[in-house]
């Protein structure tokens, strides 16, 4: 629990950020930050620790990770990384997320790095699969359908594409782009992309210059932004990623 909350204070979603930096940091030591494994400690001595004491890091922490811990574990709720003036744009913009495209997260465009086997058990020990209760006999009724309808769960709601459509986030996701490019944020997030405008029948010759130059056929030019224009009048476009 966050140390506004055992201080009985009020609390906003910040409470929420805390709870997630306790979560990353037991992902990464494979412990919590205010006990050691194993360790029994009294619901006092812990709510003391949680209040006053200072988390150490182990070395599994990379520098990144071990600053945006600390950031969300701030004991301070004013001072703690989380949600600011109506966004979370300051945890976006944290280092440790800086190769991550949050619009397409969102959109569940992105490539998991780890998919689990549905069929495979990760528990070191088949035993510690009893250790989590099962609930059983729940009911959903049209309002509890409704209501998980709202969660990003991957599937595409039409409500939620229509949201998407009035404020602009379509125009981000889109790997088209109105004028039959490819979107480069969207196609490839690194941005190394070429593209090349055809004309005609053909194929242009493209070539390495003996001196690291780039050269092209007559029919074409480099262009700006590392995009490479054939030229022509018949403008089919192709795109694809260095």
Not at 45 to 63: G, H, I, M, N, T
Not at 91 to 120: C, H, Y
Request: proline fraction near 5%; include cysteine.
């Amino acid at each position: 629990m966050a140390p506004e909350l055992l201080r009985g204070e009020e609390y906003d979603f910040s409470v929420d950020y805390f709870a997630l930096g306790v979560t990353l940091y037991e992902m990464i030591a494979a412990r919590g930050p205010f006990r050691a494994r194993g360790e029994k400690v009294e619901n006092k001595e812990l709510k003391q620790r949680v209040l006053s004491e200072a988390v150490k890091y182990p070395d599994k922490f990379s520098q990144a990770s071990k600053d945006f811990c600390e950031a969300l574990l701030e004991k301070d709720p004013e001072k703690r990384l989380g949600f600011r003036d109506g966004t979370c744009d300051g945890l976006r913009a944290n280092p440790l997320f800086k190769d991550i495209n949050w619009r397409q997260l969102e959109a569940g465009m992105l490539t998991p790095p780890f998919v689990p086997d549905s069929r495979t058990v990760y528990a070191k020990n088949i035993q510690d699969v009893g250790a989590f209760s099962t609930v059983k006999g729940v009911a959903f009724d049209k309002a509890d359908a409704e209501f998980f309808q709202e969660f990003a769960t991957g599937s595409c709601s039409i409500p939620w594409q229509e949201e998407m459509i009035e404020t602009g986030v379509f125009a981000e996701l889109n790997v088209w782009r109105s004028d039959g490019q490819i979107h480069l944020g969207v196609y490839c997030p690194d941005r190394s992309l070429a593209r090349i405008t055809f004309v005609g029948g053909g194929c242009p010759d493209m070539h390495r210059g003996g001196d690291g130059t780039h050269g092209v056929s007559p029919w074409g030019r480099l262009g700006s932004r590392g995009t490479l224009e054939i030229l022509g009048s018949e403008g089919l476009s192709v795109a694809f990623c260095l």
